[in-house]
């Protein structure tokens, strides 16, 4: 990826490839460190095959599992006051790719379009809480802001929002969640704004109507009901026919 400008992911970490199984399959074990002149100006998380471990919040200097029941971040490993050199060391490669990159010759600045698909957490019934997932892919650099509407009206309650995942394609991906009670005629939106230059990607659920169970139940009694008298009818002519012959 390119520069320009002051905007760069500056550091891909590591990764570490292993096998298991019978058939040797791939696996990414990787630790992303970005800084950039945007918010948030540094991140630290790693992931393995593109799900999220951990992250590090950075103000308050200390990892945290990406699920909110999962293990704590080992002890011994990586304290956080060692991370002060990665850090810094991420800031001057910044300093030294931006002062190249904006030198005679400016590269162009390397841009992801980001992509936001909107589902429900659980299957859909009118009525019952559930939870909107709105999924953020090619997102780079990662400076984006999430938020939610519903009937063109700004949802704050309800919402979580989730830290920057690396992906393989050396770009991140981002979850925002919205707790919800789906109504029919319901129009929400998950909007996804780039804080560069402020350009906004949309993306709507409406929730569809299901049928409800009860009319579910109704409808096959009701065909199985037509079918026995069907075939009632089919047997008694089959036996009248057989007495005239006889």
């Known amino acids: 990826m390119g520069a320009a400008s002051g905007s760069l992911v500056a550091a891909l970490l590591g990764a570490v ?5 019978t058939e040797p399959s791939l696996h990414t ?6 800084c ?28 945290l599992p990406h699920l909110p029941d999962g293990p704590a971040w080992p002890t011994g490993i990586e304290e956080p006051r060692e ?26 600045e390397a841009k992801g379009i980001p992509v936001a698909n909107v589902f429900l957490q659980q299957p859909l019934e009118l009525g019952r809480p559930n939870t909107l997932v709105c999924m953020v892919s090619n997102i780079f650099p990662p400076a984006i802001s999430i938020s939610w509407e519903r009937d063109g009206i700004p949802v704050t309650d309800g919402v979580t929002h989730v830290t920057y995942t690396p992906s393989e394609d050396l770009g991140f991906t981002r979850f925002s969640y919205l707790a919800l009670t ?22 709507y659920w409406v929730p569809q109507d299901p049928i409800p169970s ?3 139940a109704t409808a096959v009694c009701g065909a199985v009901t037509v079918l026995g008298i069907l075939l009632a009818l089919l047997g008694l002519g089959l036996l009248l026919s057989a007495r005239r012959r006889g």
């Open 17 to 21: 490839l292993g096998s298991v199984g």
């Open 29 to 34: 074990l990787a630790e992303v460190l970005f």
């Open 36 to 63: 950039q002149p945007d918010t948030p100006s540094l991140g630290l998380a790693v992931a393995f095959d593109a799900e999220q471990l951990f992250s590090f919040d950075v103000p308050n200097s200390r990892w």
């Open 83 to 108: 991370l002060q050199k990665d850090a810094a060391l991420c800031r001057d490669l910044r300093d030294l790719l931006t002062t190249i990159a904006t030198g005679p010759l400016p590269m162009p």
């Open 182 to 203: 789906p109504h029919s005629g319901d129009i929400y939106a998950c909007i996804v704004t780039c804080e560069r230059d402020n350009t906004s990607v949309v993306s």
């Open 214 to 216: 009860d009319m579910v």
